[in-house]
Nanobody
């Protein structure tokens, strides 16, 4: 199983980006998928996640600005990021968890850089 993240870039504050995470297998097989980010000098933090039933969770700092979604037909998960600010700068990683019997298996994408200039 492979996850390929893309869509990062450099934008000015207030701008938007859409990240995509393409899976090499059906994303319906993932119990949960999501995005983490890691800013320079900081720990990796969960940004948003979505379950295979469509339930979503967001960290407080992005709620109302970011939207996570998944397109099963395209085997792709998205993160629409609006009203970006400098604190959103970091490397964004997509991940997915498959639970086989009772064992969770984590898969990670390679990361995509997001840089927001103020």
């Amino acid at each position: 199983v492979q996850l390929q993240a893309s869509g990062g870039g450099s934008v000015q504050a207030g701008g938007s980006l859409r990240l995509a995470c393409v899976a090499s297998t059906k994303i319906s097989s993932f119990n949960v998928m999501g995005w983490f980010r890691q800013a320079p000098g900081k720990q990796r933090e969960l940004v948003a996640r979505i379950t295979n039933r469509g339930g979503t969770n967001y960290t407080d700092s992005v709620r109302g600005r970011f939207t996570i979604s998944r397109d099963n037909a395209k085997n792709t998960m998205y993160l629409q990021m609006n009203s970006l600010n400098a604190e959103d700068t970091g490397v964004y990683y997509c991940y997915g968890v498959q639970v086989i019997l009772t064992t969770p298996n984590d898969y990670w994408g390679q990361g995509t850089q997001v840089t927001v200039s103020s």
